[in-house]
């Protein structure tokens, strides 16, 4: 049974259960296997390769644990992201560490663990110099912006002349300075290159990857020796947001950087990658039911319980991030009926909260259902508090070869006493009269 398929039954059962009501996210298991198989499959000729799952893109603990199950170690960024996978049962080597704002306590919490740290700047390596005193346990390495462009989205390509992210290759001088920075520090062994998220194309990835490797090699030619011993990938291969289709596959990104550089196959370097959005965002779909109707300047608008809280970015960059959204009828069945432009409006109190403008949908009516797909990464697993609007709950579900859906819980929605209590409510009575 394939992805589309699942995605139906799940959505009949879903119906069927009320778990889609008001609002749910849901994670097709079956298809995060599938990716990971893909993922393994196709990066094999590169040798020894440690994947991991930016959490960035879906910091739910259970979901962790299944990719940890499946051999996917994860990428963290924060204390909250690394705490997360720590609880998912992903630590000291099976975590990587990346942040250009990692504070002091967090390098040596990852040196205490034998946590992998990729270092974002000159200041953060003499910070470490503070806290390497013997033989790390910890694979040390360092971020490399190879600034080679941007890519379609301003605010995911991190590889431009001026990215806030890594180190600048091609500044005034800073070539040498990281010769120098490798050539006092053997305990710097690897090199690491993130060239962006979404939109930018997988040859701008390769020529990313390109420039650390020609980097690696001309410090280890300075060393003597190989000092360099793994190339950390990144992650952002790019997922197609306008159909049922993958995008580019891991296979066809792997023969594109081994057409750039073919020595990435000669065993020479061992791998890391940092997949986020391309291993889960075709595997997971919010649900909303439409609470009301209404027609505004002679365009019909559908109230739903799906904004900016589960899609921020959909929400506030329409035109960079436009979602596929699909009618049902209360049933979970496709609603039939001729296409009308309608608006698809979320629950927040600002006119622009929108996940589609004049989409073409049979018309809705309360009680029906909204699925906006591919929003396994960065949607439900990023929540923004605006109008104090609870996270929903996530479901997982798997499909037996005749069609029964079994779901099972990854996060229950978040409750109004903890809603309450985020708000500061034990410091109510806290301020000073006025
Ligand atoms: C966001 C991010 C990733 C994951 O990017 P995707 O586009 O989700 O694959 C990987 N590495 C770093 C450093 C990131 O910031």
Request: aromatic content about 6%; some cysteine; charged content about 20%.
């Amino acid at each position: 049974m394939n992805r589309t398929e699942r995605k139906r039954h799940a959505l009949a059962a879903a119906a069927a259960h009320g778990l889609a009501a008001p609002l749910a996210g849901f994670v097709d298991l079956a298809g995060i296997r599938e990716a990971v198989e893909d993922l393994t499959k196709a990066f094999a000729p590169l040798g020894q390769v440690q994947h991991t799952v930016a959490v960035k893109a879906c910091g739910l603990a259970p979901v962790l644990r299944f990719l940890g199950d499946l051999g996917v170690d994860a990428e963290v960024a924060s204390p909250g992201e690394t705490a997360v996978a720590e609880a998912a049962g992903l630590r000291g080597p099976r975590l990587v560490l990346d942040s250009p704002a990692k504070t002091t306590a967090e390098l040596a919490h990852a040196l205490a663990e034998g946590t992998a740290v990729n270092a974002d700047s000159f200041q953060e390596l003499a910070r470490l110099d503070r806290l390497v005193t013997t033989t790390p346990r910890s694979v040390l390495g360092v971020r490399i912006n190879p600034q080679v462009g941007a890519g379609r989205i301003g605010d995911t390509s991190t590889a431009t002349a001026m990215s806030k992210f890594g180190i600048p290759l091609r500044d005034d001088g800073n070539r040498a300075r990281l010769k120098d920075a490798f050539a006092r520090r053997p305990w710097l062994t690897r090199l690491h290159v993130h060239v962006g998220s979404q939109g930018c194309p997988p040859q701008l990835m390769a020529d990313g990857v390109a420039a650390v490797h020609e980097l690696a090699e001309a410090i280890n030619a300075d060393a003597g020796h190989r000092q360099v011993t793994s190339i950390d990938l990144g992650g952002g291969l790019p997922v197609d947001f306008a159909s049922e289709d993958q995008g580019p596959t891991y296979a066809e990104y792997v023969a594109t950087l081994l057409a750039r550089v073919p020595a990435l196959a000669g065993g020479r370097y061992g791998f890391v990658t940092e997949f986020g959005r391309s291993l889960l965002a075709k595997n997971g779909f919010l649900v909303s039911t439409v609470e009301y109707t209404k027609v505004a300047g002679g365009r019909p608008v559908a109230v739903t319980h799906a904004g900016a809280q589960v899609a921020a970015r959909t929400v506030l960059q329409p035109e960079h991030w436009p979602l596929r959204l699909t009618a049902l009828d209360p049933s979970g069945a496709p609603k039939a009926g001729p296409a009308v432009p309608q608006d698809i409006a979320g629950p927040l109190c600002f006119a622009g909260d929108l996940l589609a403008r004049e989409r073409p949908l049979p018309l809705l009516e309360p009680g029906d259902l909204v699925v906006a797909h591919d929003t396994g990464a960065y949607y439900f697993g990023a929540h923004y508090a605006y109008n104090t609007l609870p996270r929903p709950a996530v479901h997982g579900f798997t499909v037996s070869g005749r069609g029964e859906v079994r779901f099972t819980p990854i996060r229950r929605a978040q409750t109004l006493s903890e809603l309450v209590a985020d708000a500061g409510a034990e410091y109510a009575g806290a301020l000073p009269r006025a």
